[in-house]
């Protein structure tokens, strides 16, 4: 955290000067460099490529609407090109919640030696994550246009890590009914990995010189868990899409 407040602190300091520089020189044109702010929202989960044959029915999803907000610098190739350079810095709030009923599905969390069962029943899954993200990418400005799309990739270092598995008692667990009336619970966060990287694409509009939209689809690379750690029978990954409105400080 040290290390991230002092990211923080110096790209602040950076944008304080901008302004001072640009009344120096007295130059009206669209900086090269330009620096902004971002609000957003997530919507997504940890997701698997597809449905798997043990999930019979999804009966619920809530795909998160969590806050992400970023520091953001773009670097313009020459003056007339539409080719930017991206860099940032963000604070990430990945969540969301599922349930479904499932048959005979393979889990391995609900013991303490990891022994594979087959659970009949109803499962719900909710992920509580907080990340600091450094996105890397490139942009192109459509000509005569108020639209930019871009592409690049982030890395994330998770600073907090939930995720709880919840089995209906009254499911079958190898055939028998599991626990009777009771709902279990079991907490799998510190088997999350801390660190993420992924792909991202997405667009933004620009509303005028200063104000813009946003809309950026994250995909992550590896699986959420540690390798060593087979969770489930299938893999999940970090899947979001993040919508939200920007802010050029300088010109």
């Known amino acids: 955290m040290k290390m991230i407040r002092t990211l923080l602190l110096g790209l602040s300091l950076g944008l304080l000067a901008l302004p001072a520089r640009a009344a120096e020189t ?10 902004g702010v971002h609000l957003g ?6 997701l698997p490529p597809s449905v798997p044959k043990p999930v019979k029915k999804v009966t619920a999803f809530m795909p998160g609407g969590t806050p992400n907000v970023g520091l953001d610098l773009s670097y313009r190739l020459t003056p007339a090109s539409p080719f930017s350079l991206l860099l940032g810095v963000e604070y990430d709030i990945r969540s969301f919640s599922t349930t479904v009923q499932a048959e005979d599905m393979p889990i391995r969390y609900q013991s303490e030696d990891f022994k594979e069962q087959h659970y009949t029943g109803y499962q719900r899954v909710e992920m509580d994550t907080r990340y600091v993200v450094v996105p890397v990418g490139v942009s192109y ?8 799309l871009m592409a690049g990739g982030y890395y994330a270092h998770a600073l907090k890590r939930k995720f709880t598995a919840k089995l209906d008692g009254d499911g079958l667990m190898d055939g028998r009914v599991y626990q009777e009336g009771a709902v279990l619970a079991f907490s799998l966060g510190d088997f999350l990995v801390r660190n993420d990287v992924g792909v991202r694409f997405g667009a933004d509009y620009q509303i005028d010189p200063h104000w813009g939209l946003t809309a950026r689809m994250n995909v992550g690379l590896p699986k959420i868990f540690d390798k060593s750690f087979e969770v489930m029978p299938y893999s999940l990954r970090h899947v979001f899409l993040n919508l939200g409105v920007s802010y050029r400080i300088n010109r």
């Open 141 to 148: 400005a459509l000509p005569n246009s108020s639209f930019r």
């Open 26 to 35: 007295g130059d009206e044109q669209p900086s090269r460099l330009g620096v």
């Open 41 to 46: 929202f997530n919507i997504g989960g940890a």
